[in-house]
């Protein structure tokens, strides 16, 4: 089963401010790696599959990067919606697919 | 596009309950379907998948032998018989939908139906 480690576990951080959060797999999975947003309350989010590919309606401040083992999640420019728990997931040696434990971004 | 939860609850440790998934919008008998849970505070775990054929069929193993995947595509649902509930099953689950053949990642997540094993 592939782990997914992610960092840091919270961040605080400013409107405005340009963030980036981590995801590292326990072996190789290519690119097949996606973020999700989660906030309270809501269901999960599709962000990025694909390492880097923004989902339908994704605001351009979010992008994706990454392949192998090491992959981020950067966000430009914090808006007030962005306060939310990410998550990384990864789809390439399943079953299991695995999600990353999350990362809080808060004020 | 939307994907709605039902039949969660509270039950009794050791027994039955089956949720549903009531699929709009989308094409569903072209899309692989998966179930997701998530304890409240928590992290997501993954539970099941079923491809939009019902050829193939996958469990966490946490649940393996004790749940069963299912889906109507005549009816646009999906299911999920959950046996000998267990109360580290307690949970919100998702039905969430596969985004295609060649990403598996998760594109439409309903809103979750709770689950509560207690006595």
């Known amino acids: 089963e592939i782990v997914l480690t992610q960092s840091p576990a919270t961040l605080s951080v400013s409107p405005g401010e340009r963030v980036t959060l981590s995801c590292r797999a326990s072996q190789s999975i290519s690119s097949n790696l996606a973020w999700y947003q989660q906030t309270p309350g809501q269901a999960p989010r599709l962000l990025i599959y694909?390492?880097?590919t923004r989902a339908t309606g994704i605001p351009a401040r979010f992008s994706g990067s990454g392949s192998g083992t090491e992959f981020t999640l950067t966000i430009s420019s914090l808006q007030s919606e962005d306060f939310a728990v990410y998550y990384c997931q990864q789809y390439n040696n399943w079953p299991p697919y695995t999600f990353g434990q999350g990362t809080k971004l808060e004020i | 596009v939307q994907l709605v939860e039902s039949g969660g609850g509270l039950v009794q440790p050791g027994r039955s309950l089956r949720l549903s998934c009531a699929a709009s919008?989308?094409?569903?008998?072209?899309?692989?379907m998966n179930w997701v849970r998530q304890v409240p505070g928590k992290g997501l775990e993954w539970v099941s998948y079923?491809?939009?054929?019902?050829?193939?069929?996958h469990y966490a193993d946490s649940v393996k032998g004790r749940f069963i995947i299912s889906r109507d595509n005549a009816k646009n649902s999906l299911y999920l018989q959950m046996n000998s509930l267990r109360s580290e099953d307690t949970a919100l689950y998702y039905c969430v939908k596969d985004f295609s053949t060649w990403e598996n990642a998760f594109d439409i997540w309903g809103q979750g139906t709770m689950v509560t094993v207690s006595s």
């Open positions: 919008g989308f094409t569903f008998r072209d899309f692989a």
């Open positions: 079923v491809s939009w054929n019902s050829n193939n069929i």
């Open positions: 694909g390492a880097s």
